[in-house]
């Protein structure tokens, strides 16, 4: 049988009750109604009989077509149930054991047709690093939501900094958001029988963005009072240049340039040269002072270096003795300060003063965009200033 496209509406269904079947006509072609882009069921209405049908549009592009069975002895329900399950044979025939690899595979080749090889790369390089081969070598066939909720949470970190586990939830939005759309093609493709078993998997949500937290000068003031030794180091080390705590943990004595006064920084934005204040370059003289070369620049009170999450129970004891010390009297520091918050701090500091959004996103490794979106209120009053200064 020769199927046409019927020219209706998508959204007009003639043939799931008894009613608009009654009211069909007789003719050589079926009626068919849209239950999937690119699947189709359809009623044959003939002089003496009425049959059910199907169509799909195969791996090869073109559509196929079969006969379900007749009107009596099927409703509309059974029938479109019956035309799902023909339009994904030709998955199940095509490559019935396309695996999760595979997927990858095709879309990072799709990448590098499409964008060309650095976008290819970073792709292939994400999903090398967070997808593992268990999920990987799993068939098309047999994956199931529940396999991927698991490991989307998986990629979660655990952690007592709420600041923590909200970026790597973002984080996992983006790694799930590259693998759903390694799948999406897969399912294009022909390859998968439904997309539906990730399409239940919802990403985070409200995590795109970080706490709207901006500390004023005097609880920075408060918050490096109540801090001691290299802890408060650390601080005013967060502070001054604005970097982020991974970045700074990772200083050698050779990073810190006094006569250029810059520090050479590395991090989630890769290496950098960022320039410091006057006050910067002096702070960073003394943590330098008597270290060699591969010395660490910042160090706890025994010597040794930072490590990855040894800032966040000092942070807490810190703050709590600044609001103990500072209470009916000074400012109190806002409990949900993270360390992040003297980023925040510098950055909104520098937009005040007027510094040049661009000159702020290159020496503090991020965008132009990026400082648009967290720090619009503080780009709005430095352009108030701005036209006050015009003479009207």
């Known amino acids: 049988m020769t199927a046409t496209t019927e020219r209706t509406s998508s959204a007009t269904n003639r043939l799931n009750t008894v009613r608009k079947r ?47 069975g007749s009107l009596d002895s099927m409703d509309y329900d059974e029938a479109a149930t019956k035309a799902l399950a023909f339009a994904d044979l030709p998955a199940r025939v095509e490559r019935p054991n396309y695996l999760v690899g595979d997927a990858i595979d095709d879309y990072v080749a799709d990448a590098r047709t499409r964008n060309g090889e650095k976008s290819a790369k970073g792709i292939e390089q994400r999903l090398t690093l967070h997808v593992p081969q ?30 923590d586990v909200r970026r790597s939830r973002d984080g996992a939005n983006r790694i799930l958001a590259i693998l759903k759309a390694a799948l999406n093609l897969a399912f294009r493709n022909g390859y998968a029988m439904s997309d539906g078993e990730w399409r239940r998997v919802p990403a985070f949500k409200g995590v795109d963005s970080g706490r709207a937290l901006f500390l004023e000068p005097e609880e920075v003031q408060a918050l490096l009072d109540a801090a001691q030794g290299g802890f408060r180091d650390l601080l005013e080390a967060g502070l001054l240049p604005g970097a982020r705590y991974g970045e700074l943990i990772a200083l ?93 701090y510098h950055i909104s500091r520098a937009l005040i003063a007027g510094l040049p959004v661009q000159f702020i996103a290159e020496n503090c490794g991020t965008s132009t965009r990026m400082i648009e979106k967290f720090y619009g209120k503080f780009t709005s009053q430095d352009r108030q200033k701005m036209i006050d200064r015009v003479a009207l």
Do not use: C
């Open 252 to 344: 050698n004595r050779k990073d810190f340039d006094a006569t250029a006064g810059t520090l050479f920084l590395s991090g989630k934005t890769g290496p950098r040269t960022s320039h410091l204040s006057s006050k910067a370059v002096e702070f960073f003289k003394r943590m330098a002072k008597g270290k060699l070369p591969e010395a660490p620049l910042l160090m706890r009170d025994d010597g040794q270096r930072w490590e990855k999450s040894h800032q966040h129970r000092r942070l807490k004891a810190t703050i709590q003795a600044a609001n103990a010390k500072g209470e009916g009297q000074g400012a109190k520091v806002p409990v949900e300060t993270v360390f992040y918050s003297l980023r925040h």
């Open 134 to 163: 268990e999920l990987r070598k799993k068939r098309l066939a047999d994956l199931r939501t529940h396999h991927l909720k698991k490991w989307r949470d998986g990629l979660v970190r655990a952690s007592d900094d709420p600041e």
């Open 22 to 68: 009654a009211a069909l006509t007789p003719r050589k072609e079926p009626y068919w109604h849209s239950i999937r882009r690119g699947a189709f069921v359809g009623l044959y209405v003939g002089a003496s009989k009425k049959e059910w049908t199907a169509r799909a549009i195969g791996p090869d592009g073109k559509y196929h077509a079969t006969k379900l």
